[in-house]
Structures are given as structure tokens and as C-alpha cells.
Nanobody
Framework: QVQLVESGGGLVQAGGSLRLSCAASGRTVSIYTMGWFRQAPGNECECVAAIVWNIGNTYYADSVKGRFTISRDNAKNTVYLQMNNLRPEDSAVYYC?????????????????WGQGTQVTVSS
């Protein structure tokens, strides 16, 4: 079993920055990919970024490419999402998730473990 806890959300003005953190515990050796998802009212749940844990390969949705950066600290079993130049449309609940399968980085079905979510609100 894997447990995930997000932190770092909050309220920020457009153009500002936030850094989200996700601490993993439990059977972390089973994790192949870590991802960040977001869900806003009226919108489909979207995978915005993912990282292959032991290699470091990163993937980004077009909507955040060039503004968001995913990274990890293996010693701390923690993944981060640095969000720069935030826009009001980035407002959502952000979830980290762990994928022990070989499914695509953006495929919800491969992510078996989810955090509780952290709210990000960007004001115009």
C-alpha cells in the first residue's frame, strides 16, 4: 500500500507562483510513475505532469508546458510541482497520484494511489 499527502496549495494572483509537495510512504518501491492531476468544476480531471520515479523522465500537458515543472527528491520520497506564471484557469484541486503500472503517463486507470488533494486558486 502507498499513502500520499499533498501540501502547498493556496491563493495567488495571476502571474504568481506556487510549489506543491507530495510525500509518499508505504511500499514506495512499487511506484513507477508519479503524476499531478487537477480537477475543477465543469472540467474533466486532467493529468498536468508526470515523472518516471527512477529515471527522471518528465511529461507535461500542453496547457501547462513551459510554466510548470515536476521534480522529485528520492531521499525524501517526495514529488514537487513548481507552478509559475499562474492563470485563473489553473484554479483547481490538485492531486498527486502514484502509478505502479506500465500505462501511459496521462491515463487515470494506471494510477492506483491518490492523495487527498490541495486547493489552488488563482485570482485575476
Amino acid at each position: 500500500q502507498v499513502q500520499l499527502v499533498e501540501s502547498g496549495g493556496g491563493l495567488v494572483q495571476a502571474g504568481g507562483s506556487l510549489r506543491l509537495s507530495c510525500a509518499a510512504s508505504g511500499r514506495t518501491v512499487s511506484i513507477y510513475t508519479m503524476g499531478w492531476f487537477r480537477q475543477a468544476p465543469g472540467n474533466e480531471c486532467e493529468c498536468v505532469a508526470a515523472i518516471v520515479w527512477n529515471i527522471g523522465n518528465t511529461y507535461y500537458a500542453d496547457s501547462v508546458k513551459g510554466r510548470f515543472t515536476i521534480s522529485r527528491d528520492n531521499a525524501k520520497n517526495t514529488v514537487y510541482l513548481q507552478m509559475n506564471n499562474l492563470r485563473p484557469e489553473d484554479s483547481a484541486v490538485y492531486y498527486c497520484a502514484a502509478n505502479p503500472t506500465t500505462s501511459r503517463w496521462s491515463d487515470h486507470s494506471g494510477y492506483h494511489y491518490w492523495g487527498q488533494g490541495t486547493q489552488v486558486t488563482v485570482s485575476s
